[in-house]
């Protein structure tokens, strides 16, 4: 059982300070190695484990495929403006081969952990020789894992899987008694900018949880595109998170005058606290048009512009 540390009752600089001091504990006179993302959680992971282990953390940034426009550049400069060396490993054949013909969301979850923490991680740390994985699991990572809601990635402990025995190296998880509001917190007080620990959240498997369907270079492309147009527009609203799904299915429009057979993207826009449970923004009719116009103008193939309205619970904030 995890003990949760709520935000209300969290001193960043306490928790600082007893997480370095484990971190070092943990790794002693070895190295460890961290996956950076550019999201808030691995972010303040990132920070952690170089103020604890300075040169003896190695940082990545793995290039799935899966990203935002221009962010794995973005992510990797930022950081080594900070003082953070931070190597990119080109990975995107590696990911699209393995999502390759997969519809079914827990078996892309699934391919996407195998790929990444087996094979192209495990290859990394081998080559490494680092022990131990520093990484941002947060609770509710575990919650929604262990009640089946949905596998997130980075949780194997509390399935059962221990990573020594699976893929050869330690996991550690200093952020793991924290929800999101409370990693922010930290981060701000780790000295992090303000645009990372206050950036929207962003999933393990990246634009892969945002197309239904089969993941290809193609559509990520597309989902791609139309996400740079969701948070352009949605950026001022001050919500939790906004984002841009591609859905699988083919539908009917008009073009020129003629039928045309085209793809539908859903925008999703949440206000919550904490991720465990959300409502939709409800955004300005204005704004709603603005986003369709915007989308479908700069998008290729794109038809149909909708708007979730579900809350979560029964919804989930991603939608794969």
């Known amino acids: 059982m995890i003990e949760e540390i709520r935000t209300e009752a969290l001193d960043p600089e306490k928790f600082i300070q007893e997480k370095i001091h484990e971190i070092r504990e943990i790794v002693g006179d070895g190295t460890a190695i961290n996956a950076l993302s550019g999201g808030v959680d691995s972010s303040v992971v990132t920070v952690l484990g170089h103020r604890a282990l300075g040169d003896r953390l190695k940082s990545v940034f793995v290039d799935n495929g899966l990203m935002r426009e221009g962010e794995p550049e973005e992510v990797v400069n930022r950081f080594r403006n900070l003082g953070i060396p931070v190597e990119m490993v080109d990975a995107r054949e590696e990911f699209f081969a393995a999502l390759k013909g997969i519809t079914d969301p827990e078996e892309k979850r699934e391919a996407i952990t195998q790929t990444f923490y087996k094979h192209v991680f495990g290859r990394i740390v081998r080559e490494s020789g680092a022990k131990f994985l520093l990484q941002g699991t947060i609770l509710t990572d575990v919650d929604e894992t262990v009640a089946g809601i949905k596998r997130q990635h980075n949780v194997f402990e509390q399935l059962g899987i221990n990573p020594q025995e699976a893929f050869g190296y330690q996991i550690i998880e200093p952020l793991i008694q924290l929800r999101k509001d409370g990693v922010r917190k930290v981060g701000e007080a780790l000295g992090l900018p303000r645009e990372v620990f206050e950036r929207i959240p962003f999933p393990g498997p990246a634009l892969a949880a945002r197309v239904v369907g089969e993941v290809t270079p193609e559509r990520i492309e597309t989902v791609r595109k139309a996400t740079s147009v969701v948070e352009r527009l949605l950026k001022d609203t001050g919500a ?17 005058g003629k039928r045309d057979f085209g793809q539908q993207i859903e925008v999703r826009c949440w206000d919550s606290v904490d991720g465990r449970t959300a409502t939709p923004t409800k955004l300005p009719f204005e704004k709603l048009e603005d986003l369709a116009n915007a989308i479908i103008s700069e998008v290729p193939g794109i038809v149909s512009v909708t708007y979730n309205i579900a809350p979560k619970p029964p919804s989930t904030i991603e939608a794969v």
């Open 240 to 256: 939790f998170q906004y984002m841009a799904i591609l859905h699988a299915d083919k539908m009917t429009g008009m073009r020129n």
